[in-house]
């Protein structure tokens, strides 16, 4: 399984987020500075994630986003739903595009459930605080 473009550049500016103090106002102009990425990019990633309760925006002076919820209780499951959608290895899932031409037949079908769990349980373990941490070598 690899990451979408989209959901790894939706890690990076939820962790540029993070970085201001959880809750402190920035930008989507100062993440898309801070992270490299385009600013068309960044205002993108904000709507999803503000849309999925994970960012908030505040207008007005003194406006900007923040965190809409501690870092600690946000996971890289929340974050790549919120621009992935369901987090599933094959297209059978419950919410999968269902184009596979042997999904009537097949006998692995009922098990992707427990699979696509797992995964989904892997990365809910991944709190947003570690992201923020600077690697030690």
């Known amino acids: 399984m690899r990451l979408s473009s989209m959901a790894d550049y939706a890690v990076v500016t ?10 402190a106002r920035v930008s989507a102009a100062e993440l898309a500075e801070e992270t490299g990425l385009p600013v068309p990019t960044v205002q993108k990633l904000v709507s999803k994630l503000t849309s999925a309760g994970l960012l908030r925006s505040v207008r007005g002076v003194g406006g900007g986003l923040q965190l809409a919820r ?10 790549v739903e919120a621009v992935e959608g369901p987090i599933a290895l094959t297209a059978c899932a419950p919410n ?11 006998n692995v079908r009922p ?10 349980g892997a990365l809910a373990g991944v709190l947003l605080t570690q992201l923020t941490q600077r690697e030690t070598v």
Not at 14 to 23: E, I, L, N, P
Not at 96 to 106: F, N
């Open 14 to 23: 939820m962790s540029a987020a993070a970085r201001h103090c959880g809750f």
């Open 70 to 79: 501690p870092a600690a209780a946000i996971t890289l499951a929340d974050i």
């Open 111 to 120: 098990h992707w459930a427990v699979v696509n769990a797992a995964m989904r």
């Open 96 to 106: 999968g595009k269902h184009d596979c031409t042997i999904e009537g037949s097949c």
